[in-house]
Structures are given as structure tokens and as C-alpha cells.
């Protein structure tokens, strides 16, 4: 095996919504040679460093560096706690909608007894 497993990595919905995407250019003369011309989108590593940790790291230079994979596996671990919150909104509304099945059947059922002695009533026509 080349992995030692130290655990499960958790962070998920919580806190991508704590991660801002930003329109940056890179400086014409970073000392780090980066290409200046367009406009990128991203993050601030400092800002992420703060959520997510894991992402962050620093280089020789002393620059901190952005990893995007533990990003990637928070996002997917949002996904799947979007996905058990729907699961459960669907699991409530058919719940519901089998209440109201049996609601307006017993609604009905009061109806047909009750214009059977007041064929009169409104509700009969």
C-alpha cells in the first residue's frame, strides 16, 4: 500500500460557502514571473488559508500557494450533503402528499354524508 489513512477529510458545505471567488490580474512585475496580462478568477490564498487550511501552503520564496484538490474534495462532500438534504425534502414531501391523499378522501367521504341529509347545501352542488 503506498497510503497511511489519518482519517476521513469532513469539511464540506459549511464551509465552501465561506469560500469567495475573486477577479484578479497578476501584477506585470511579480517577483514570482507570473503572466500579467488578463483577467483571471480565483481565489485569495489568504482568504482560503482561513476556511481551508489544506489548501494553503507556503513556498520557498515565502508566497503562499493554493492547492486546489482539497477544494475539489470539499465540494464533494457538499454535494453529498445537498444530495441527503434533498433525499430528506423529498422523503417530507411524500409524507405530505399521502397526508392530503388521505385528508381529501376523508374530505369525501364528509361530503357524501353530509348531502345526503342537505342535498340543498353549496357544497352538494
Known sequence: RLK??????????KALLKLQPIRF??????????PGGGEEVGFSAQAVEKVLPEAVSRSQQ???QL???PILWTMLNAIKEQQAQVQKQQ????????LANRQQQQLNALKKLACRSHRE???CK
Open 67 to 69: 492547492h486546489s484538490d
Open 91 to 98: 422523503e417530507l414531501i411524500e409524507r405530505q402528499r399521502a
Open 25 to 34: 490580474q497578476y501584477k506585470p512585475d511579480n517577483p514570482l514571473g507570473l
Open 121 to 123: 347545501a353549496r357544497v
Open 62 to 64: 515565502g508566497y503562499l
Open 4 to 13: 497511511n489513512i489519518k482519517g476521513r477529510f469532513t469539511p464540506g458545505l
